[in-house]
Nanobody, 124 residues
């Protein structure tokens, strides 16, 4: 099994920045692609960003392109999400996800492991 733990959520003003981290433990050798999803109250879980194991390939959700950046440090079994120019509509619980395949897919059912989530609130 793989355990994922997110950190870095919090309250930030509209237009501000926040950085999320996620660290994996357990059978980390199973992990290849890592991603971030989010879920706002009353809405379905939404893809945010994902990155391949080598960091060469990544994908972003349309609503965050140009504002969010995903990166990873394999030596630390960690993935990061730098969020800039935050908007109130970015308010959600952010989940870290890991999959055994290398392609950074955008659909949640392709991910094998999930973290518990961290709350991000953007105040307008």
């Amino acid at each position: 099994q793989v355990q994922l733990e997110e950190s870095g959520g919090g309250l930030v003003q509209d237009g501000g920045s926040l950085s999320l981290s996620c660290t994996a433990s357990g059978r980390t050798f199973e992990i290849q692609a890592l991603g971030w999803f989010r879920q706002a109250p009353g809405k379905e879980r939404e893809f945010v960003a994902a990155v391949s194991i080598g960091g060469v390939r990544n994908n972003y959700g349309e609503s965050v392109k140009g504002r969010f950046t995903i990166s990873r440090d394999n030596a630390k079994n960690s993935v990061y999400l730098q969020m800039n120019r935050l908007k109130s509509e970015d308010t959600a619980v952010y989940y870290c996800a890991a999959r055994k395949g290398d392609y950074p897919t955008t659909t949640q059912h392709t991910y094998d492991y999930w973290g518990q989530g961290t709350q991000v609130t953007v105040s307008s």
